[in-house]
């Protein structure tokens, strides 16, 4: 069972509409990643959070906006989506030593968020 | 720039049928080497990590190896419930925010 949790598990929404992911972990992990995955394709970072602080945005467009209230939190907040933009979207966190150069271990990943945009 | 090339794409077997998935990779610097299993609709799940050339790792069917070029995941008599998209993701040691290099995967079709 993986410890990383997303929901909801499925959305559908409108080129106009705004919702937003959600993704909670309570391993104490101190970096939090966002992840598109289209089928049949490997995941692509689009965000990275270490101790709350966004580090890394992987130019991704401003329709998408991540936010990290707490250590145990990340959201993805979504506006104007276009359909393309549907895809399964995975939240991770990673286990390990955090140092200069960033934590040192695995990437756990969440069950995935669907999203479909009309 | 990282490369990461898993082969072949797509792999079908009969069950007890054992193989080899094969994940080269050219990095300057390997941190760690990943392999990670996906179901249809769901999170990768974590399998192994590899450090150091010549390091193996097990669990149940699967077999990891680690070269300085390549890593392989054998697969022993594999059950139809193997059957999944195996993912490998490298981590360089300059990459900041400890961002994985995925491979375009390899999906694993067993057959009773």
């Known amino acids: 069972d993986t410890e990383v949790t997303q929901t909801p598990k499925h959305l559908v929404m409108g080129m106009t509409n705004k919702k937003s992911l959600k993704c909670e972990q309570h391993m104490g992990h101190r970096a939090m990643y966002w992840y598109k995955q289209k089928a049949k394709k490997p995941p692509e970072l689009m965000f990275v959070y270490s101790y709350e602080k966004l580090s890394i945005n992987e130019s991704v467009p401003s329709r998408f906006s991540p936010e990290c209230p707490n250590s145990s939190l990340l959201n993805l907040h979504l506006h104007a989506l276009q359909p393309e933009d549907s895809a399964l979207y995975l939240c991770?966190?990673?286990?390990?030593?955090?140092?200069?150069?960033?934590?040192?271990?695995?990437?756990?990943f969440g069950e995935g968020s669907r999203l479909t945009v009309l | 720039e990282d490369q990461v090339t898993q082969s072949p794409e797509a792999l079908r077997l009969q069950e007890g049928e054992s193989s080899s998935l094969n994940c080269s990779y050219t990095v300057s610097g390997l941190r760690g080497l990943f392999w990670y299993r996906q179901d249809p609709g769901k999170g990768p799940e974590f399998l192994f990590t590899l450090y150091s050339a010549g390091e193996e790792k097990e669990k149940e069917r699967l077999k990891a190896t680690l070269t300085k070029k390549e890593s392989f995941l054998h697969i022993t008599a594999p059950k139809p419930e193997d059957s999944a998209t195996y993912l490998c993701?490298?981590?360089?040691?300059?990459?900041?925010?400890?961002?994985?290099?995925f491979g375009g995967g390899t999906r694993l079709m067993v057959k009773p």
């Open positions: 993701a490298v981590q360089e040691w300059d990459n900041a925010g400890n961002m994985l290099t």
């Open positions: 991770a966190s990673i286990q390990g030593e955090m140092g200069a150069g960033g934590a040192t271990g695995e990437l756990f």
